[in-house]
């Protein structure tokens, strides 16, 4: 398995595997890519943690909400590859990460 992390409000576009780009006939299946239930807080910023199999090398990803983009990148679109990481990888980076501190609403 192999990892990657993605903020809120992007999501997964097109996925590379050792041939190019992920053909769905070929394998007769969409690439396995789950989102797991753990978070790293850097910089006010929640990213997700994904799983994804051996066979995927890269991801695109790109913003789902056209407010997330600044203007100036907003007339070129925005779209960034996503190089994948190891579990050990992974790991280091959610130790690393801020710690969450959940807003306490008032009572």
């Known amino acids: 398995m192999k990892y990657f992390f993605l903020s ?3 999501t997964i576009g097109r996925v590379w595997e050792l041939g190019g780009l992920w053909n769905e006939s070929a394998w007769r299946r969409k ?5 797991i239930n753990l978070c790293a ?7 997700w ?3 994804v199999e051996a066979a995927v090398l890269m991801v695109e990803v ?4 056209p407010a997330l983009v600044d203007a100036a990148t907003q007339a070129i679109g925005q779209v960034v590859l996503k190089r994948l ?3 050990d990888q992974a790991i ?3 130790c ?3 710690a969450y501190q959940p807003e306490v609403q008032p009572r």
Do not use: M, N, V
């Open 92 to 94: 280091e980076r959610l």
């Open 41 to 47: 807080w850097e910089q006010g910023e929640k990213l």
């Open 8 to 10: 809120d409000g992007w």
């Open 96 to 98: 690393a990460a801020e």
């Open 31 to 35: 690439p396995q890519i789950s989102q």
């Open 85 to 87: 990481i190891t579990a």
């Open 49 to 51: 943690l994904y799983r």
């Open 62 to 65: 790109k913003p789902t909400d």
